[in-house]
């Protein structure tokens, strides 16, 4: 069932803003608590029930706890926009709702824009008419608007770690660049444009999670820099962002001697409260990354992490893995004198006044605003054309594109036996592949037959005497929070090999990380022609296969071009 299209409450039973200090001390408390919940209407079609509770579980959450905001993940933008209302319905304050939509909307929620990732920007050519800064700044405010347009009021956006470490296999393209100066300027467009509307933004993940080669997902990464390099690469985008109004910093899981010999940064008083607060001057919110990731639930457990950050100087804690259980700790830790009340209300003042910014922003002086202004629903704002016009635009520029003047593909098209051999990391559930989608549908028309392997695919032997097809290799890989992406990696470049030493490679597509892309191309005939994309998308994957084959094969029709 649904549970809870039905109204639960009237408007005249909301609470407004001030009310707050009214609150018995375990709702004061769930007000620094963002839960995780599926952004499909429906209890059957939760897709990570271990995170997801069914909606007469997350209703309790908000009507009886009283948590303060909710991270959604999966549904379409339109059945996002139906979910917003109807939690907030339940609400008696207003929530956050949040979304890692760090790739527009349409990277999470069906049907809106859905750009590639940040680092495509970085790549754009600097031309007079369509600078990287206006590509940045265009993206924050369509990642706003349409954000808006679905009643989400928190973009857990941007990223501005330094990816000066090709082995990330977390951050990685997430990253504007791999220069502090790089992510400082796009950052701080990124800001801008986003906050032409009523949104909460983040700059993520403090002290800096870029120079790393462990998955916090997975365990814990530490990054053993002196203070001298952190404060000249780390910390710059942190510190800009800082100075361009974002409204929130999200921790990162990982430890940093050189600042806490003991904890990690999420949970260090030393780095969240004496750096960020103390001498960055940060007066925002600081939320933590997911508590569900291994970093930090598999080594400090549940409830006591939640205290832990709280002591360190956290305002909102992202996904606890039992939500009840951390209200009750961080209870009995202001019981024993462990947290001070203060430490609590000086958080709560920093959520209601971004509360306040966002969910009434045009009347913000009102504090009973919330009891008639219920935020609106505006799905005609979605993937309108400036928008696929900016992403599709950022596709074209930031392209890698090897077209030699005989093309390979030309030669052999007419086999009667070719192939096109598709490698990634899982069919199920991936976003951009499905029948219809161009990486499949385009290499039909020339009569390719389509060979898929993923992390489920049994081995397969690589026999030359048997394995006589030419083939489009195409290959998308990026990092894979939870699981990496050296597996993947590995069968590729066994495939590649093969493909080469026995003649039968005819182009190479890769769609994602220009670090897999990089041990390629020395082993890469100059006859072979390539193509890299950022994007893992339908519109990359168009793109890039038209930049392919345009000789030969009529012109893809996309939706909108670039213009103007």
Known sequence: MMGGMKTTRSVQK?????????????KQIAQMIVVRASGYLFDHQIQYPQWEPPADILRDRIQELGVGGVILLGGSAAEVGVRSRQLQDWA?????????????????????????PPMAIAALPNQSDFLPTDAARQMGAITAQEALAIGINWLLA???DVNNNPQNPVINVRSFGETAAIVCELAIAFLQGAQQHPILTTAKHFPGHGDTATDSHLDLPILPHPLDRLTEVEFPPFQAAIANNVDAVMTAHLQIPALDTEYPATLSHRILTGELRQRLGFEGLIVTDALIMGAIANRYGADEAAVMAIDAGVDILLMPPDPEGAIHAICQAIETGRITIDRI??????????????CFPAVADNPHAWETVPPPIRLEHLAQPNAIATATHILHGSQKIHRPTQNRIDRTRRSLSLRNLIL??????????TLNTPAITLPQQWGYHLQIIDRYTPPISLDATTDTHPTLLQLFIRGNPFRGSADLTQ???????????????QALVIYGSPYVLDPFLPQLPPD?????TYGQMAAAQAIALETLFS??????QLNQIFTD
């Not at 207003?94 to 809106?112: C, K, N, S, T, Y």
């Not at 990634?424 to 592949?433: E, M």
């Open 345 to 358: 209300q000086a958080s709560l003042e920093r959520i209601w006044r971004s509360k306040r910014n966002v």
């Open 528 to 532: 072979i022609p390539y193509v890299f």
């Open 551 to 556: 000789e030969t094969t009529q012109p893809i």
């Open 491 to 505: 069968i590729a470049q066994d495939w590649f090999t093969f493909l080469l030493e026995t003649d039968r490679l």
């Open 92 to 116: 008696s304050i207003p929530l956050l709702i949040a979304a890692d939509i760090e790739e527009g909307v349409g990277q999470r929620f069906a049907g809106a824009t859905w750009f590639p």
């Open 424 to 433: 990634l990391d899982s069919v199920i559930g991936s976003g951009f592949l």
């Open 14 to 26: 909301r609470m407004s803003l001030p009310d707050w200090e009214r609150l018995p001390l375990a």
């Open 158 to 160: 941007p990223v501005v």
